[in-house]
């Protein structure tokens, strides 16, 4: 087996990272950029300042301003009528990653003519304009993955797309964009990562690589995201946190996701929960019923979390990373469903629709103890339970 390793052709990290688009854009002879985004970062004057970097370097460029959470189809088709009125050559996203996962659908999109969901997993999207990603959040690391969930507007499923179409091809990762997130985004947002981190290392597609990005990616996140959420200016909770982002998106993209991502797109497309919170409302019971399919790389996670001594054994790190991510959770103030505001009946006569789009999604698959359409059922209706 070889690893297949994918990632932006440009990665800029680091303070100021944001202000090297033009440079960027230079670099890759790329001319006139459509940028996307949406009206809370219209709002922060961020989109004002790149168009001005544009500008003043001469850059032909126009926007579009209507990304919405849970990115739709129907922002999509409208992001794209912007697209095909201009010559654009790329697109540029800045933004969480709403944003972003808009911008690549967009980009992809450009020369296809069917709806979107008929490209989703299983399918492959492989060709379409460049994206430059520009995150201000530290969660998605969708700045550098191959992948974008659209939630299609006719049937509300969220849908995973992936293809190397979908990889950004330059990624520009600056951690003073994050300096004024409010405590609840910080907070779901690098639980995000940290879903992100820990599904791909456990996944059956994990690989050497993977391994050693998303164990530093959790060892980052478990150190600095208290500090993140509780002095939103610590610079180097927030530096850390950024970079643990990206890290978490490489691991990811390149070996998966696996069964707390499958089974959290449902909630999130049909309650409406930030992705973040309905990935931590999931992460520590489908952590503990998945450990049995491979311990010793769960007490690898607790280790590298600091949640475990180096010298527990398996069983007993094992049971100290539950015990740990619940304590996160908890101190991240995430709440169960219920306390989120999801009605129960309304979770109860969803939970074949839930089950059967987490096993559409083929994330379930990935995890190291893959669960029956019954078990994952019976998951949904613990994490009720707590
Ligand atoms: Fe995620």
Same mark, same amino acid.
């Given at each position: 087996?070889?690893?297949?390793?994918?990632?932006?052709?440009?990665?800029?990290?680091?303070?100021?990272?944001?202000?090297l688009?033009?440079?960027?854009?230079?670099?890759?002879?790329?001319?006139?950029?459509?940028?996307?985004?949406?009206?809370?970062?219209?709002?922060?004057?961020?989109?004002?300042?790149?168009?001005?970097?544009?500008s003043?370097k001469?850059?032909?460029?126009?926007?579009?301003?209507?990304v919405?959470?849970?990115?739709?189809?129907?922002?999509?088709?409208?992001?794209?009528?912007?697209?095909?009125?201009?010559?654009?050559?790329?697109?540029?996203?800045?933004?969480?990653?709403?944003?972003i996962?808009?911008a690549?659908?967009?980009?992809?999109?450009?020369?296809?003519?069917?709806?979107?969901?008929?490209?989703?997993?299983?399918?492959?999207?492989?060709?379409?304009?460049p994206?430059?990603?520009?995150?201000? &959040?530290?969660?998605?690391? =969708?700045?550098?993955?191959?992948?974008?969930?659209?939630?299609? &507007?006719?049937?509300?499923?969220?849908?995973?797309?992936?293809?190397?179409g979908?990889?950004?091809?330059?990624?520009?990762?600056?951690f003073?964009?994050?300096?004024?997130?409010?405590w /609840?985004?910080?907070?779901?947002?690098?639980?995000?990562?940290?879903?992100?981190?820990?599904?791909?290392?456990?996944?059956?597609?994990?690989?050497?690589?993977?391994?050693?990005?998303?164990?530093?990616?959790?060892?980052?996140?478990?150190?600095?995201?208290?500090?993140?959420?509780q002095?939103?200016?610590? /610079?180097?909770?927030?530096?850390?946190?950024?970079?643990?982002?990206?890290?978490?998106?490489?691991?990811?993209? +390149?070996?998966?996701?696996?069964?707390?991502?499958?089974?959290?797109?449902?909630?999130?497309?049909?309650?409406?929960?930030?992705?973040?919170?309905?990935?931590?409302?999931?992460?520590?019971?489908?952590?503990?019923?998945?450990?049995?399919?491979?311990?010793?790389?769960?007490?690898?996670?607790? /280790?590298a979390?600091?949640?475990?001594?180096?010298?527990?054994?398996?069983?007993?790190? +094992?049971?100290?990373?539950?015990?740990?991510?619940?304590?996160?959770? =908890?101190?991240?103030?995430?709440?169960?469903?219920?306390?989120?505001?999801?009605?129960?009946?309304?979770?109860?006569?969803?939970?074949?629709?839930?089950?059967?789009?987490?096993?559409?999604?083929?994330s379930?698959? +990935?995890?190291? /103890?893959?669960?029956?359409?019954a078990?994952?059922?019976?998951?949904?209706?613990?994490?009720?339970?707590?």
């Amino acid at each position: 087996m070889t690893a297949n390793i994918n990632l932006p052709r440009i990665l800029r990290i680091g303070a100021g990272a944001s202000r090297l688009l033009p440079e960027v854009l230079d670099k890759l002879n790329l001319k006139q950029p459509l940028l996307v985004t949406d009206a809370f970062i219209v709002g922060l004057g961020w989109l004002d300042t790149l168009e001005t970097q544009l500008s003043e370097k001469g850059f032909s460029h126009s926007r579009f301003t209507g990304v919405v959470p849970d990115p739709t189809s129907a922002a999509v088709t409208a992001g794209l009528a912007v697209l095909r009125q201009g010559e654009y050559d790329c697109v540029v996203a800045l933004g969480g990653g709403s944003s972003i996962d808009t911008a690549k659908a967009i980009a992809v999109m450009a020369h296809r003519d069917q709806p979107m969901r008929h490209y989703k997993v299983p399918n492959s999207i492989d060709d379409g304009l460049p994206v430059i990603a520009i995150p201000t &959040t530290a969660g998605t690391g =969708s700045e550098a993955t191959r992948a974008a969930v659209i939630t299609d &507007t006719d049937s509300q499923e969220k849908m995973l797309c992936m293809g190397l179409g979908l990889m950004p091809i330059a990624a520009l990762v600056d951690f003073e964009l994050t300096l004024s997130m409010p405590w /609840r985004l910080t907070a779901d947002t690098g639980l995000d990562s940290l879903c992100h981190a820990l599904e791909a290392y456990v996944s059956k597609k994990a690989n050497a690589l993977t391994d050693t990005i998303a164990l530093a990616a959790m060892t980052a996140i478990n150190t600095h995201i208290r500090t993140a959420c509780q002095q939103p200016d610590n /610079r180097e909770a927030r530096e850390a946190m950024m970079l643990a982002a990206t890290q978490g998106g490489i691991a990811f993209s +390149n070996s998966s996701v696996t069964l707390i991502h499958g089974m959290s797109r449902p909630i999130g497309a049909l309650y409406h929960v930030p992705h973040g919170l309905s990935n931590a409302m999931l992460l520590a019971d489908v952590t503990a019923w998945s450990i049995s399919g491979a311990p010793t790389r769960y007490a690898d996670c607790a /280790r590298a979390m600091g949640m475990a001594e180096l010298r527990d054994s398996d069983t007993t790190a +094992n049971q100290k990373l539950v015990a740990g991510l619940r304590l996160l959770c =908890s101190d991240l103030k995430v709440p169960s469903p219920g306390e989120f505001g999801i009605d129960a009946h309304a979770w109860q006569q969803s939970l074949e629709l839930m089950t059967q789009q987490a096993l559409d999604s083929g994330s379930p698959n +990935n995890n190291p /103890r893959i669960p029956s359409a019954a078990e994952i059922k019976d998951l949904y209706q613990k994490v009720w339970g707590n």
